[in-house]
């Protein structure tokens, strides 16, 4: 069956270290894998797209990975910062026009 | 640039009742894109709209409807409420350039709807 997943359980870091997320999916052959943040009683917010074709993506302290081999995406904070504290959701594009299939998140605690 | 607003965010009905949730995309955006967000399942995809066709659907039962207008905005329905419908509705606007599987999608607020 198809699968995307990710740690459920929250990962605490201390601030200034890196964060780094996982996703894993499975049975599924995505072009652009993206990641969303969410913050609690909000709608996700839009952090990066990487594509089949590109290894590796970055955006100011964030940095994505895509290894379609391993069928997974790791998502990296850097110099990470207590505002960093929010749910973070990884989702590909399955089925056609901007079906997203999200994973069920990772929550993420920067403690200062 | 505002963002999407979505009307209302909270809302309250029993099992049997029905509910319409509305949404307005990002001025220029063309596809609007609906979700459910539960706990146990997570964010679902139910539909998404572009000038004022479904152009994708997800594994929800027939309750759940919507529809676009000619101004883009687009509104979802759920008849026969059950208990279970209870969630934060998410829509999500995007560009809906022509041919492409993706955009990058802008999400409302949410509504969220209580059953009782």
């Known amino acids: 069956s198809q699968k995307i997943e990710q740690n459920s359980e929250a990962l605490n870091i201390q601030e200034g270290k890196t964060a780094t997320l996982t996703c894993n999916y499975t049975?599924?052959?995505?072009?652009?894998l993206q990641w969303y943040r969410q913050d609690p009683g909000r709608g996700p917010v839009f952090l990066l797209l990487?594509?089949?074709?590109?290894k590796e993506k970055r955006k100011e302290r964030l940095k994505v990975t895509f290894d379609t081999t391993l069928k997974q995406s790791l998502f990296h904070i850097t110099a990470s910062q207590p505002a960093d504290s929010a749910t973070y959701l990884c989702?590909?594009?399955?089925?056609?026009?901007?079906?997203?299939?999200f994973g069920a998140g990772t929550r993420l605690a920067v403690h200062p | 640039k505002a963002g999407v607003t979505q009307t209302p965010r909270y809302l309250i009905k029993t099992r049997g009742q029905q509910v319409t949730l509305s949404c307005s995309p990002i001025?220029?955006?063309?596809?609007v894109s609906w979700y459910q967000q539960t706990p146990g399942q997570g964010l679902q995809f139910l539909f998404e709209?572009?000038?004022?066709?479904?152009?994708n659907k997800g594994n929800f039962p027939g309750r759940f409807s919507g529809r676009q207008f000619s101004n883009s905005r687009s509104e979802m329905n759920v008849s026969t409420l059950e208990l279970g419908d209870s969630a934060l509705y998410l829509c999500?606007?995007?560009?809906?350039?022509?041919?492409?599987?993706?955009?990058?999608?802008?999400f409302g607020p949410g509504t969220r709807l209580t059953v009782l």
């Open positions: 999500a606007s995007s560009w809906g350039t022509s041919g492409s599987y993706t955009d990058t999608q802008y």
């Open positions: 049975n599924y052959s995505p072009a652009y």
């Open positions: 990487i594509r089949e074709n590109e």
């Open positions: 989702a590909l594009v399955s089925g056609g026009y901007n079906k997203l299939i």
């Open positions: 001025s220029g955006h063309r596809s």
């Open positions: 709209y572009f000038s004022e066709t479904q152009r």
